[in-house]
C-alpha cells in the first residue's frame, strides 16, 4: 500500500504535470469519411463498444481537428464542411489544413488546381476567392475555424511553378500566402492563420523560409502585397522520425526556439507519428533509442511535447500543440512512411493503449 507522503508526490507530480500540458492536443483524422464510405470500418475502445471514430478521440482527450481541404476531388469542400460538423460536436477546435490543390500538396508536390489561372496576378485573386468563399461556408453552417492553415509543407512556395521559390524565388509565394490571410481577416478576425513548413527541426530550411518570405514589401497592405510578419499567427511544422535521421528532439528543440525567438509566434506540431511496427534497417529511425512499440507511441509524442514545455519556459505559451496525423487510417497503416503500421488503432478498430497520448503526453 502506497503511503500519504507517496500519493501526495504522486498527486503532485501529476498536477505539475497537468499544468505544463499543451492547449492543443490534436488529431488529423481526415480520412475517416472516405474509411466510413468505402469500407466497413468500426472504431472501438477497450471500454467502449462501436462508436463514432471522433467520439473516441474526444474521450481520449482530443481538442483539435486537423482536417485537410482540396480544391477537388476526395477530400473536396463539403467533404470537410461534413467532417468539421462532426469534430464540433464532439467538442473539437478546427485546423483546416487548405491544400490549394486538387489532390496531395507537400514538400515535392504543389500543383495549380485544374480550371485556376496561372498568372501571378489571376493566381492572388483566385486564392483570395478561394480563401474568403471557403472560410465563409465555415462560418455560415455553424462551424467557426480556429486555426486555418494556408497550404500545405509549403518549403519551396505553392501554386507551382508560379509560387515556387526555387524557380521565381519568394515575391509570389509571399504574395499568395498574403492573399490567403487578407482573404480569411476579411470574414473571419477571430481565425488564427498558419503558415506550415515539412521538417521542422530543419533549422537552416526554416530559417531560410522565413527570411526569404517576409522580405518581400511590394504593395505593402492589400492584395499583390508580400506576406506580413503580423499575417501569421502561428507557425505550423511536419516533425517525422522516418525521413531521414537528422530529424532529432535536439535539433527540433533548437530550430524551434530559433524561430520563436525571431518572430515571437505561436508554434504548433501539426503532424507527427511514429510506428508501432517497422523494419529499421529499411527505415532506420531519427531516435533509435525510442522503441518501435505501441509503448514507443506514447515515447515520442512525450518527447516532443517535453521539448515544447522546455521552450514555453523560456517563452511563455509559444508552444500551443501537437497533432498526430491518421492515427485510424486502417488499410492505409504505414501512412507514407517506410514502417508497417504508425495507427494508434488495431487492423480492427480497437484503440491502442497509445490513444492515452491525447489525455496523458501531449
Ligand atoms: C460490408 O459488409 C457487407 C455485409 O457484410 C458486405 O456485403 C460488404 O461487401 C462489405 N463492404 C466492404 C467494402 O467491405
Ligand atoms: C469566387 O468564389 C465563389 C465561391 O465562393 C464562386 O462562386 C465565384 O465564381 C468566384 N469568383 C471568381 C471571380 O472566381
Ligand atoms: C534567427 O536569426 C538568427 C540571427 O539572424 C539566424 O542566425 C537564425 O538562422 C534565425 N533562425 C530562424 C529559424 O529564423
Ligand atoms: C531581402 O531582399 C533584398 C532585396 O530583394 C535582397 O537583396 C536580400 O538578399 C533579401 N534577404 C533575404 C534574407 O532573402
Ligand atoms: C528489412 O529491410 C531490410 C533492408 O531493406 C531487408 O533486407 C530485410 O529483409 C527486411 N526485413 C524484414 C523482416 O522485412
Keep these: 500500500m502506497l503511503s500519504p507522503v507517496l500519493l501526495t508526490l504522486i498527486w503532485s507530480l501529476g498536477f505539475v504535470l497537468q499544468a505544463f500540458a499543451l492547449p492543443y492536443h490534436g488529431a488529423d483524422f481526415s480520412s475517416l469519411l472516405l474509411l466510413e464510405s468505402t469500407t466497413n470500418v468500426t472504431y472501438s475502445s477497450p471500454s467502449s463498444p462501436p462508436q463514432?471514430?471522433?467520439?473516441?478521440?474526444?474521450?481520449?482527450?482530443?481538442?483539435?481537428a486537423r482536417i485537410r481541404i482540396?480544391?477537388?476531388?476526395?477530400?473536396?469542400?463539403?467533404?470537410?464542411?461534413?467532417?468539421?460538423k462532426r469534430a464540433q460536436a464532439a467538442g473539437m477546435d478546427l485546423l483546416i489544413d487548405l491544400h490549394y490543390d486538387d489532390t496531395w500538396a507537400d514538400a515535392g508536390h504543389q500543383a495549380i488546381p485544374s480550371g485556376w489561372p496561372t498568372d501571378l496576378e489571376g493566381l492572388t485573386a483566385q486564392v483570395y476567392?478561394?480563401?474568403?468563399?471557403?472560410?465563409?461556408?465555415?462560418?455560415?453552417?455553424?462551424?467557426?475555424?480556429?486555426?486555418?492553415?494556408i497550404g500545405n509543407e509549403i518549403n519551396d512556395g505553392l501554386l507551382w511553378p508560379t509560387g515556387q521559390i526555387s524557380v521565381n524565388g519568394f515575391g509570389p509565394a509571399s504574395e499568395l500566402l498574403h492573399a490567403g490571410v487578407l482573404a480569411v481577416r476579411s470574414v473571419s478576425p477571430t481565425t488564427k492563420t498558419v503558415i506550415h513548413l515539412a521538417n521542422g527541426w530543419d533549422e537552416a530550411d526554416v530559417a531560410y523560409f522565413y527570411g526569404g518570405i517576409f522580405n518581400v514589401s511590394s504593395g505593402e497592405e492589400g492584395l499583390g502585397g508580400g506576406l506580413q510578419e503580423s499575417d501569421v499567427d502561428a507557425m505550423g511544422f511536419s516533425y517525422y522520425p522516418f525521413y531521414g535521421t537528422d530529424a532529432t528532439l535536439t535539433a527540433l528543440t533548437s530550430s524551434m526556439e530559433s524561430?520563436?525567438?525571431?518572430y515571437s509566434k505561436n508554434v504548433m506540431v501539426v503532424e507527427t507519428d511514429w510506428p508501432a511496427v517497422c523494419n529499421t534497417t529499411a527505415t532506420p529511425l531519427s531516435e533509435p533509442t525510442i522503441p518501435v512499440s505501441v509503448a514507443g507511441q506514447e515515447y515520442w509524442v512525450q518527447d516532443i511535447n517535453d521539448v515544447l514545455d522546455g521552450i514555453n519556459l523560456l517563452y511563455p505559451d509559444k508552444a500551443i500543440g501537437i497533432?498526430?496525423?491518421?492515427?485510424?487510417w486502417i488499410g492505409n497503416a504505414a501512412l507514407g512512411s517506410g514502417c508497417a503500421d504508425t495507427l494508434l488503432v488495431t487492423s480492427t478498430g480497437e484503440a491502442r493503449e497509445s490513444m492515452s497520448m491525447f489525455g496523458l503526453d501531449m
Design 52 to 64: 463514432p471514430f471522433e467520439t473516441i478521440l474526444a474521450d481520449y482527450g482530443t481538442n483539435l
Design 70 to 84: 482540396w480544391t477537388a476531388s476526395t477530400y473536396d469542400l463539403p467533404y470537410g464542411l461534413a467532417l468539421a
Design 129 to 149: 476567392n478561394y480563401t474568403k468563399g471557403l472560410v465563409t461556408s465555415f462560418n455560415e453552417q455553424g462551424t467557426p475555424i480556429q486555426f486555418i492553415q
Design 259 to 262: 524561430v520563436i525567438g525571431n
Design 323 to 328: 497533432v498526430y496525423w491518421e492515427p485510424g
